[in-house]
């Protein structure tokens, strides 16, 4: 009788367990879509409290290979996924979906901005990652040594950002100084520096951390405001994305509804980015 009464409670605790056991969504990736899905999740889970969202960061690429991997539902992603991505996983259904829009924009340090540095020129960003302009008083600006920042390889905002101003998402940066990873990292570099150009999401800048305009071959100076952002003619812009295994479902299907939806849709405008149905 007792070891009935213990094989009772043992199956009861299973039960309980089983029942009080939270879902889980397990998403990682591009810091750029990062504070979309960070805020939207925490938001979702309000009305779904018996589901974990977790969200972790580390680049584009972690969120693509995680996802191949198996470890992710959700990749966050803010540049294409590459045809060797795609040959890495043969397995995987690689299924992109865009919740919004965003430029990339070459960011200089408040100090070199105010000095009347307020656009460039592909080629001179290009010069300057190249090594072969060193000092932005060859630019017109102060006599001062430019900080070049770079990011890591992986990162889908580099992808972006070499594609057009090199037309090669893979080219180097012989004359970077530094080679950081998030936007935040970068932004904090920039904000402690005097001198330093980078690369950020528009959603980063702020008063101590300046967009520089592009001056095109025609002479046309096109700025990077979200005017320019939601009629493609900021040359440097891209699509956010999440991207699934196949099409989603159940719960990672729910939450992708509501990134799409009205409500989704205003946290990605309220993060700072342009929304898809503009």
Known sequence: ????????????????????????????????????????????????????????????????????????????????????????????????????????????????????????????IAKIYRGEIQNWKELGGPDKEI???????????????????FGNKNAEANGADLVLGSNNEEQTAIVQSDAAIGMLSNAWLNDDVKGLSIKMDTGEIIEPSIKNIINNKFPITRDLLIVTNGSPKGSVKAFIDYLLSDEGQKIVEDSGYVRINQ
């Open 1 to 124: 009788m007792k070891n009935a009464y213990t094989l009772l409670t043992f199956l009861v605790c299973i039960i309980i367990t089983s029942c009080d056991k939270k879902q889980a969504i397990n998403i990682a990736g591009s810091t750029t879509v990062l504070p979309i899905i960070s805020v939207a999740a925490e938001e979702f889970r309000k009305s779904n409290p018996k589901l974990n969202i977790i969200v972790n960061e580390g680049g584009s690429g972690v969120g693509v290979n995680q996802l191949g991997e198996g470890k992710l539902d959700i990749g966050m992603v803010s540049r294409d996924i590459t045809s060797d991505e795609i040959a890495e996983y043969p397995e995987i259904n690689f299924k992109p979906i865009s919740i919004g829009k965003d430029a990339v924009v070459p960011v200089i340090s408040s100090e070199i901005y105010n000095t009347g540095i307020t656009s460039l020129t592909l080629d001179e």
């Open 147 to 165: 900080l070049v920042i770079d990011k890591e390889a992986s990162r889908g905002t580099r992808h972006v950002f070499m594609e057009i101003v």
